[in-house]
């Protein structure tokens, strides 16, 4: 691991457009994947200006410091997105006050439950979703905060950085110590992150008219507000974030079997979007860009409409197949069997996602046929036998990646 660079003695603040406010986000990967995908041109200045003050930005480059991985490669000041891969850390707080506390119940302080780290390949043919389970044991680094106080290094549970970044009251700190922990512990560079409220997921989630799914068993949980029939169902807002946060009455109640149903989740939300004719609708664009804004705090570079639209354009061909869906691959931990460590096996994902390297074998469509071609002269008249499809691989879930199109929106 790096060594660490003793904090300044002075006190230091993140530079914020706004004050973000804090909230808890269980499931917030889901705002920031389909707003990068289904990002387009508003049309109109005053579209523009709604949504760009809807953006929460904070800079926290100074309290990152430069004792960090490398990045893959220097931003262009001109275009900070082109010809470069993207690691973008997704974050939830459970900072429970106004709108959420109302969903979720009011919690004094501020922890973390899902961190998802979104890989966009440099050619922007594949996006890569990595849950990090909050369970994990990991080296957390001493983080600075904008007060001027610095926590200690220690060895602690994942989400546990994101609380003692939170220690000052600002969600940016909370994000300093997650990323500086996730960036310690795995070797890749951080580019950028999203912080996004689950009050906000469900009116994008209403945007959309809802998230076809198939629900394969009856499911319940109090604590989350779940009660779900077996069955192909269109999820709404509110239905779907229960879905998300479910885990003591669901499966058998860990949080990485929470992880895989929220993979599956986003995966259906992926596939609803791509299936929306998003980009040329503009009334139903500007509603679902409107709810999908006002959630986000993010850093400046994703908090500048103009850079996050030229990222999302950039996408606009990636096939659901090349949307990629995994948990980095854990074991329970010797020391206390209700925590899990990262494996062997996630030094090697690591390592290909700081080459840009794909955790998974690119879909590629199948070459069309020239019906203008010569026939070949040594071809027979009679039909070939058709060959026997090769059966496709069982994939474990919450081991194994998943793409969005091998989540079926419709039960058998």
């Not at 197949?321 to 931990?333: H, L």
């Amino acid at each position: 691991m790096p060594s660490r660079r003793p904090a300044p003695a002075r006190p230091r603040t993140a530079r914020h457009a706004r004050r973000p406010e804090s909230h808890r986000v269980l499931t917030g990967v889901a705002l920031a994947v389909v707003a990068l995908l289904a990002f387009g041109v508003t049309g109109a200045a005053t579209a523009y200006t709604k949504l760009q003050g809807n953006i929460e930005s904070a800079d926290i480059t100074d309290l990152l410091g430069k004792d960090r991985p490398t990045p893959a490669a220097e931003p262009d000041p001109d275009d900070p997105n082109a010809g470069r891969a993207l690691n973008i850390l997704l974050m939830g707080s459970d900072d429970r006050s106004g709108e959420n506390a109302e969903i979720g119940g009011e919690v004094e302080g501020m922890r973390s439950d899902t961190t998802i780290l979104m890989h966009v390949s440099a050619d922007r043919q594949r996006v890569e979703l990595i849950s990090i389970p909050r369970d994990t044991l990991v080296d957390i680094p001493a983080c600075p905060r904008s007060d001027g106080t610095e926590s200690r290094a220690q060895k602690g549970q994942f989400n546990a950085a994101f609380s003692i970044g939170a220690q000052s009251g600002q969600v940016s700190d909370a994000a300093v110590c997650t990323i500086k922990t996730v960036e310690a512990n795995t070797g890749v560079f951080v580019d950028d992150f999203v912080v996004i409220d689950f009050a906000g997921f469900i009116r994008m989630v209403d945007a959309l008219g809802g998230v076809p799914m198939c629900v394969p068993e009856k499911m319940e949980d109090a604590e989350a507000g779940l009660s779900l029939e077996a069955g192909s169902q269109t999820l709404d807002g509110s239905t779907a974030l229960a879905l998300a946060r479910a885990r003591k009455e669901v499966g058998d109640g860990s949080d990485t079997s929470r992880l895989v149903r929220q993979q599956q989740l986003l995966a259906a939300m992926v596939q609803s979007v791509q299936s929306k004719n998003l980009l040329t609708d503009v009334p139903e664009l500007l509603q679902f860009l409107n709810a999908a804004t006002s959630s986000i705090t993010a850093s400046p570079n994703l908090a500048s409409i103009t850079n996050l639209s030229g990222l999302a354009f950039s996408l606009r061909g990636t096939l659901g197949g090349n949307i990629s869906f995994m948990t980095v691959p854990f074991a329970p931990a010797p020391t206390d069997r209700n925590r899990v460590v990262m494996t062997a096996e996630a030094d090697v994902l690591w390592e290909r996602v700081a080459a840009d390297q794909p955790i998974v074998e690119p879909a590629t469509p199948a070459a069309p046929t020239d019906p203008a071609a010569p026939a070949d002269p040594a071809a027979t008249d009679a039909p070939a036998a058709p060959a026997e499809p090769e059966p496709a691989p069982s994939k474990t879930p919450g081991k194994d990646p998943i793409t969005a199109d091998d989540v079926s929106t419709v039960c058998a």
